[in-house]
Each structure stands twice: as C-alpha cells, then as structure tokens.
Antibody, heavy 119, light 110 residues
Framework: QVQLQQWGAGLLKPSETLSLTCAVY????????WSWIRQPPGKGLEWIGE???????NYNPSLKSRVTLSVDTSKSHFTLKLSSVTAADTAVYYC?????????????WGQGTLVTVSS | QSALTQPASVSGSPGQSITISCTGT?????????VSWYQQHPGKAPTLIIY???NRPSGVSNRFSGSKSGNTASLTISGLQAEDEADYCC??????????FGTGTKVTVL
C-alpha cells in the first residue's frame, strides 16, 4: 500500500518561495511521474506539474515560470518550489501519484498542506 | 489552459439518480479517453472514483458511472445516498501533455 506524506512551511510572506516535500512509502518510485496539485480555499483543483525519477518534468503553463520540481531518488522524495508567492497562491497543496505508470488519474494523494501567503 | 466547466451544484433526493457534466474542448475531453472523476469530502483529500471515462477503481461503488460524448464527460450517481454528499471534480489529459481539472460540483442530498 503506497502512502504519500508531505510537509513544508505553512505560512509565507509575499515574494517568498514556497517549498514542499513529499515522501513516498511503499511501491516503486522510479516507475511513475509524481504530481503536485493545489486547491485554493473554496475553489477547484489545479494541476501544478509532474516529475519523473530522472528529473524530467512537465508543468502547467500558467505556473511554469515560477515552479521548480525536483526529486531525490535515494530518499523517494520529490519537492515543489514556487517562487515569488502572492496571496493568490494561498491553497491546500497536494502531492499525488498516478494509479498506474503512464496513467492520468491520481491515487493515492498526500494528506495536503495548507499554505497561506500573508504579510 | 482553461478549467473544464462543471455545474456549481447538483441536488437530488435519496434513491434518485443525478448526473454531473464536465465540458471541455477538442483539445482535452474530446481528444482523449483520459477523463477522471474525484469525490472530495470537506477537509479531506480527493478520492478517485472513475478513471479513463468509465472505469471504477476497486472498492468504488457501482452506483458511480462515467460516460463521454464529444467534448462533454458525465458522472452519474444512481441510488443517491446521504454519504454521496460531497464535492465532485473531473479531470482530463490535454494535447499539451498536461492535466486540467474541472471547476467542481457540490452535490447535495435533499
């Protein structure tokens, strides 16, 4: 049973860099592309991007200029960095894995981390 | 990429069937059979209930079913139960090799 556990700072000031890490427990790390997804309060989900074990990444075009994804295969971790945050980046951030290699549906998900951007 | 369009809310009485639409474009929903649906209860992470348009993961009730016609996908919940009251969101793969989610629908059981 694969589990994703995520952590990172929950309160940021405008212009700072958001940093979240997701650890994968159980299952293969190298067979999947690992995604980050966010959900502003009271709003819908937004796909941020995905990264494979080799470091190849795909990004949401609307966030690409500010997003950096990275992986640490030795620890089965992957990390999201979002630069120059504003109040609009306030959201619950989730890490997630596709249900199978190459799949586009996510299962499982991490527990979510609320990140608030406020001065 | 624009979010897929869903109705903001849908309601039904216990035992009834309801359908939630998810409208995209010929670059996402209409182009691929890679539409997924998620159920989300308040304060919880989303849970996958349908993948690849009409497939249910193991353990998901057969009261949930999916379909697609052109640029619009649909989720039908039959035999509506109180526990089905939640938010539902669709997603689709796109021709830019990205993923796009829907605007989300709140289902209320009357």
């Amino acid at each position: 049973q694969v589990q994703l556990q995520q952590w990172g700072a929950g309160l940021l000031k405008p212009s700072e860099t958001l940093s979240l890490t997701c650890a994968v427990y159980g299952g293969s790390f190298s067979d999947y592309f690992w995604s980050w997804i966010r959900q502003p309060p009271g709003k819908g989900l937004e796909w941020i991007g995905e990264i494979g074990h080799s470091g190849v990444a795909n990004y949401n075009p609307s966030l690409k200029s500010r997003v950096t994804l990275s992986v640490d295969t030795s620890k089965s971790h992957f990390t999201l960095k979002l630069s120059s945050v504003t109040a609009a980046d306030t959201a619950v951030y989730y890490c997630a894995r596709p249900r199978g290699p190459g799949a586009t549906a996510f299962d499982p998900w991490g527990q979510g981390t609320l990140v608030t951007v406020s001065s | 990429q624009s979010a897929l369009t869903q109705p903001a809310s849908v309601s039904g009485s216990p035992g009834q069937s309801i359908t939630i639409s998810c409208t995209g474009t010929s670059s996402d929903v209409g182009a691929y059979n890679y539409v997924s649906w998620y159920q989300q209860h308040p304060g919880k992470a989303p849970t996958l209930i349908i993948y690849n348009v009409n497939n249910r993961p193991s353990g998901v009730s057969n009261r949930f079913s999916g379909s697609k016609s052109g640029n619009t996908a649909s989720l039908t919940i039959s035999g509506l139960q109180a526990e089905d009251e939640a938010d539902y969101c669709c997603s689709s793969y796109t021709d830019s090799s990205t993923l796009v989610f829907g605007t989300g629908t709140k289902v209320t059981v009357l």
